[in-house]
């Protein structure tokens, strides 16, 4: 078994219960992929059809605005998450957005109709896809939640709290435009906390 099997076998045991079965079951649909920094995991108006768990790198989901050219990062993903446009992969339409790698990066990654080929064959996979959908209904809500309640400052502590790990990885322009903010603000949003 690989390094990189043991890291997602793991993962699958705490975050689905999956028996050994069901994961040596699963073997044979998944595969490594490296992700050169700047490459990207999905594109803009194509389908995503693959579910990756990060096991090395940093990656951004983000908006190119059509009128402005402006980038918009809507959110990160780092190590021991799980990395999909998950409307794209259940609904089989358009990504709305671009998910691009922020380093060089490692995934192990499973496509949709090899997952849907688990579901069907196995109950505890169906549990995890339940649990799958779960976890990125609450991404989605936590994340417009702290637009509506949350200050920038609040946000960005929100962030270290989740994402320690990569706020002194990424350029403060990339947290800059996840926060909804200018990079002047972070800055002294940055300064009030260190004090």
């Not at 579901?119 to 649990?131: A, E, I, T, V």
């Not at 929100?158 to 990424?170: A, C, P, W």
Request: charged fraction near 25%; glycine fraction near 2%; hydrophobic fraction near 35%.
């Amino acid at each position: 078994m690989s390094e990189h099997h043991e890291i997602l076998r793991q993962h699958l045991i705490n975050f689905a219960a999956l028996t050994p079965k069901d994961i040596t079951d699963s073997w044979t649909y998944w595969k490594n992929r490296k992700i050169r920094k700047g490459d990207f995991f999905n594109m803009q108006n194509v389908v995503c059809n693959d579910l990756g768990l990060v096991v090395k790198g940093i990656f951004r989901i983000y908006y190119n605005d059509p009128v402005t050219d402006e980038e918009k990062n809507i959110f990160f993903f780092s190590e021991n998450q799980f990395i999909v446009s998950f409307r794209s992969f259940i609904t089989r339409y358009p990504c709305a957005y671009f998910v691009e790698a922020l380093e060089d990066s490692e995934i192990i990654y499973i496509t949709y109709r090899d997952l849907s080929s688990l579901y069907d064959s196995h109950p505890n996979w169906s549990k995890f896809g339940r649990l799958l959908a779960e976890l990125f209904f609450n991404y989605s809500q936590a994340r417009t939640e702290e637009f509506l309640f949350y200050s920038p400052e609040k946000r960005y502590i929100k962030l270290l709290e989740e994402h320690s790990n990569i706020v002194n990885r990424i350029p403060a322009y990339h947290i800059s435009s996840y926060l909804g903010i200018t990079n002047p603000s972070l800055s002294r949003i940055r300064k009030r906390i260190n004090r």
